[in-house]
């Protein structure tokens, strides 16, 4: 076991250079390259990208790709540990190229039902069987927070994580079967409900020891480095920048290395007693050097002699004067793109403590949320505004009226006093009612507030009622003279911006769950905003280093977790929007004693005015 565990680490670490120095930005860069073509979509838009024959093309070509990389990793990794198991002489890279005779498993329709296997439920589970393209899978913690705020939502996701862990086990012998016995997938699939029947107590005993332990480890990790772990996508041409100005992405790293190194071990021990397990039964076999057949040996034997071809041709010319000289002016390169890289632009403002809904010392979008919000000291309470029947701006977040006032109506059906005749109360007061406000009755709450809590409104638009929506809050933020007390978003860009159009002066930003490719040059920074308020999911040091770089700040919605706060304040992400805002508001005065306010261009109270 100890000689498999070192070949597979030796394999890792030269399969994740490779994915993310090449593989990854190859496959992002052709995604990247369509979606900017068709203009980047956000949230709801997501999908309309690709509803077009060009569009599903280029998008199942990148899956089929992508699942064919991810099968051959597993290859190698199950070859190399059967290979020692049989105590046969190798080396990685010659079980490398013989590995590529394993992709024989993904023939016709296998590839479609592989493709869903290895690219979804694997990194869905994340357990034994890894890879380097698509590490993990998770579902935003935004729809995960807003389905525990029913029992149904919490019923519906234990019934779903149960789901995909029992489809899990019943497949959990497919890639050994797609390896060694170059099964298609659906009899690699039939293999694995046979080995599981058949599998003796003991052994059973063994492999649930294997993933139990895995999954302690993990959920230990978990507990204890409860930080965002870094994506592929933070390995860009940012990285120095990351490195050298970054702390969170310095300690991030580490813990990327760590658990790299930690999880390539485990599967390799993980799969060592997998296959030790299946063989007291069943006959498995490894081949060092497979015979490749027919028009695949011709292709092998030529791709094998214009390789040996093209690294002589190489040797000879670096051995040249004007190769060497090439050498130092990319040296050259590197040092000049290192100190361009030197200047570090300030961040726009302090960071802002800015209340979710409120607060949840409070029910949801009520007075007294905004209250106890103030009385902590936040910055800005966030609120979600509609339009009644008759145009009237209240404040509730659902456009259905279930969840809260269990009536499956739509606010948009009900006239004022239709709505207030409601009672709403949510998961964390459920022995409290309340009356659903409206913006009036916030802002004048507001402007009593002995603490001055400023509101970051959040526009719902659920129609075309844009345009009455934007007008009508304008009105009343004007009334209320509150405007500089008062920050706007939505998930509808012309929502803000007609806010901005009629007041170019107060703040309007993007609220952001999801994009069709990532949030670059080609399309986001165009946006006539001044803040980015982006989902958890959405943030990376890549969007915060470019958000910077142009002035913008970044807000975070909806976080929970006091050590993920840390984080985000330490990537440069000037507002937090949470439940709690008296524990965003300790983390915020914690980070701010220990670190100074001197990185921030406006030091005075509430968004730079006057800009």
Same mark, same amino acid.
């Given at each position: 076991m100890k000689r498999a565990v070192k070949e597979v680490l030796k394999f890792e670490v030269i399969f994740k250079l490779i994915t993310l120095a090449l593989v990854n930005p190859l496959l992002n860069e052709i995604y990247q390259t369509y979606v900017s073509s068709k203009g980047v979509s956000f949230n709801k838009d997501i999908i309309g990208t690709f509803m077009s024959v060009k569009g599903a093309l280029i998008f199942l070509s990148l899956f089929f790709l992508a699942a064919i990389y991810v099968f051959y990793e597993l290859s190698v990794v199950i070859n190399l540990v059967m290979l020692c198991i049989q105590k046969e002489t190798f080396t990685v890279r010659q079980v490398m190229v013989n590995s590529l005779w394993n992709l024989r498993a993904l023939r016709g329709s296998s590839l479609v039902f592989s493709s869903l296997y290895y690219l979804l439920l694997l990194p869905l589970i994340s357990m034994v069987y890894l890879n380097s393209l698509v590490p993990g899978i998770e579902i935003p913690e935004f729809i995960m927070s807003e389905m525990q705020r029913t029992r149904l939502g919490i019923a519906g996701g234990v019934a779903m994580?149960?789901?995909?862990?029992?489809?899990?086990?019943?497949?959990?012998?497919?890639?050994?079967?797609?390896?060694?016995?170059?099964?298609?997938?659906?009899?690699?699939?039939?293999?694995?409900?046979?080995?599981?029947?058949?599998?003796?107590?003991?052994?059973?005993?063994?492999?649930?020891?294997?993933?139990?332990?895995?999954?302690?480890?993990?959920?230990?990790?978990?507990?204890?480095?409860?930080?965002?772990?870094?994506?592929?996508?933070?390995?860009?041409?940012?990285?120095?920048?990351?490195?050298?100005?970054?702390?969170?992405?310095?300690?991030?790293?580490?813990?990327?290395?760590?658990?790299?190194?930690?999880?390539?071990?485990?599967?390799?021990?993980?799969?060592?007693?997998i296959i030790t397990c299946i063989m007291s039964y069943e006959k498995l076999h490894a081949e060092v050097s497979p015979d490749w057949e027919g028009d695949s040996g011709i292709i092998v034997r030529i791709v094998k002699k214009r390789w040996l071809q093209w690294k002589e041709g190489w040797r000879k010319r670096i051995r040249k004067k004007r190769y060497r000289m090439a050498g130092a002016l990319l040296c050259l390169a590197f040092i000049a793109y290192a100190a361009s890289n030197f200047y570090q632009i300030p961040l726009r403002h302090k960071p802002f403590v800015i209340g979710?809904?409120?607060?949840?010392?409070?029910?949801?979008?009520?007075?007294?949320?905004?209250?106890?919000?103030?009385?902590?000291?936040?910055?800005?309470?966030?609120?979600?505004?509609?339009?009644?029947?008759?145009?009237?701006?209240?404040?509730?977040?659902?456009?259905?009226?279930?969840?809260?006032?269990?009536?499956?109506?739509?606010?948009?059906?009900?006239?004022?006093?239709?709505?207030?005749?409601?009672?709403?109360?949510?998961?964390?007061?459920?022995?409290?009612?309340?009356?659903?406000?409206?913006?009036?009755?916030? %802002? +004048?709450?507001?402007?009593?507030? $002995?603490?001055?809590?400023?509101?970051?409104?959040?526009?719902?638009? =659920? /129609? !075309?009622e844009r345009d009455e929506l934007s007008a009508a809050v304008v009105r009343l933020v004007e009334q209320y003279d509150f405007g500089e007390r008062a920050m706007f978003m939505s998930l509808d860009y012309l929502s803000v %911006? +007609?806010?901005?159009?009629?007041? $170019?002066?107060?703040?309007?930003?993007?609220?952001?769950?999801?994009? =069709? /490719? !990532?949030?670059?040059?080609?399309?986001?920074?165009?946006?006539?905003?001044?803040?980015?308020?982006?989902?958890?999911?959405?943030?990376?040091?890549?969007?915060?280093?470019?958000?910077?770089?142009?002035?913008?700040?970044?807000?975070?919605?909806?976080?929970?977790?006091?050590?993920?706060?840390?984080?985000?304040?330490?990537?440069?992400?000037?507002?937090?929007?949470?439940?709690?805002?008296?524990?965003?508001?300790?983390?915020?005065?914690?980070?701010?004693?220990?670190?100074?306010?001197?990185?921030?261009?406006?030091?005075?109270?509430?968004?730079?005015?006057?800009?």
């Open positions: 994580n149960m789901a995909f862990y029992a489809l899990y086990f019943l497949l959990f012998f497919v890639p050994v079967s797609m390896v060694l016995r170059q099964q298609g997938w659906k009899l690699a699939a039939a293999d694995s409900v046979k080995w599981l029947r058949r599998l003796e107590w003991h052994n059973r005993l063994r492999i649930l020891v294997c993933v139990g332990g895995w999954f302690m480890v993990r959920h230990m990790l978990t507990n204890q480095w409860r930080r965002n772990r870094l994506k592929n996508k933070d390995f860009d041409i940012y990285f120095y920048k990351y490195l050298v100005y970054s702390q969170a992405f310095r300690k991030d790293f580490l813990f990327w290395i760590f658990e790299a190194v930690l999880f390539s071990a485990a599967m390799g021990v993980c799969i060592y007693i979710h809904r409120g607060s949840i010392y409070g029910i949801e979008n009520t007075v007294k949320a905004v209250e106890e919000a103030d009385k902590i000291g936040a910055d800005y309470a966030e609120i979600d505004v509609q339009l009644t029947k008759d145009g009237v701006p209240v404040v509730v977040h659902d456009s259905n009226l279930w969840r809260l006032a269990k009536k499956p109506v739509n606010v948009r059906d009900l006239t004022l006093d239709e709505i207030k005749a409601l009672k709403v109360s949510d998961f964390s007061h459920k022995n409290e009612t309340a009356k659903i406000p409206t913006l009036e009755e916030m %802002l +004048s709450a507001a402007k009593k507030a $002995p603490n001055r809590i400023g509101f970051l409104i959040e526009l719902k638009v =659920s /129609g !075309e %911006l +007609s806010v901005k159009q009629a007041h $170019p002066e107060w703040w309007t930003g993007y609220c952001i769950f999801g994009s =069709s /490719g !990532e949030i670059d040059d080609t399309m986001l920074w165009k946006y006539e905003i001044d803040f980015i308020a982006a989902e958890e999911n959405q943030v990376s040091n890549r969007l915060v280093t470019q958000a910077r770089e142009r002035g913008l700040p970044v807000y975070v919605w909806t976080v929970f977790d006091t050590v993920r706060m840390k984080q985000y304040l330490e990537m440069g992400v000037t507002g937090l929007i949470g439940d709690a805002p008296d524990d965003i508001k300790e983390v915020v005065e914690e980070y701010n004693q220990k670190n100074g306010t001197s990185m921030y261009e406006w030091q005075g109270d509430g968004y730079p005015k006057g800009e």
